[in-house]
């Protein structure tokens, strides 16, 4: 009801107040380099397109909407606490991740053809937090068109102290506007990787006018 969507939106706009106040009390610069990711993982188009779906489904009373708020509540939560940690579990990243992906197939429709594959056991192991989720966010902002036939594809494999993340989609989306903030976005996660991974990861990035295809393989030890 409009009480719900009220609360739903207060809510977004005191996590982004509360992410804006711990940005300005990080006086390191390099820090700052470290964690301004942050503000862009709870962007406003993530979140009306978010909010948009809640909205919609709390129109039709579906049994949906409770469940999409919990997720949308969780990984907003799950920003302001855990990103300030140096690492953190790979099991909670996980779970980070796929509520991510759970509110983004609320924007599905049939012609999205998308697979999510899991393999290993995620547990015992530690991740530098929110590192994967700008290279799937891109999978979604490029792969997601409910006009066009589109497929994503994502994949997070642990083998012995080696995590690898494939991820495959068409490219039905042309963000022209987008794309410097989205290049720059990758720029910032790639030098994450280089300076929390040194020798620790490899990274192979394909790239056409149609589709789109990354491997990440990365040793978490």
Known sequence: DRNAYQFIISFCISILLRLNIQMSAINDEKLKSEV?????????HFLFNTLNSLYALSLEKSDQAPDAILK????MRYVVTESSNEFVSLEKELNYITDYIDLQKLRMV?????????QGNFKNNKIAPLLLIPFIENAFK?????????S?????????DWLTLKIQNS???ELTNAKEKTETGLENTLKRLKYIYPNKHQITINETKEAYNLQLKLNLQ
Do not use: H, M, R, W
């Open 72 to 75: 949308l509540s969780s990984i």
């Open 110 to 118: 049939e012609n999205t053809n998308f697979d999510l594959d899991l």
């Open 152 to 160: 994503i594809y994502i994949s997070l494999k642990i083998e012995k």
């Open 36 to 44: 301004s990711y942050l503000k862009a993982q709870i962007n406003p």
């Open 171 to 173: 490219k039905s989306v």
């Open 142 to 150: 490029y792969g997601l068109n409910p006009e066009k036939d589109s």
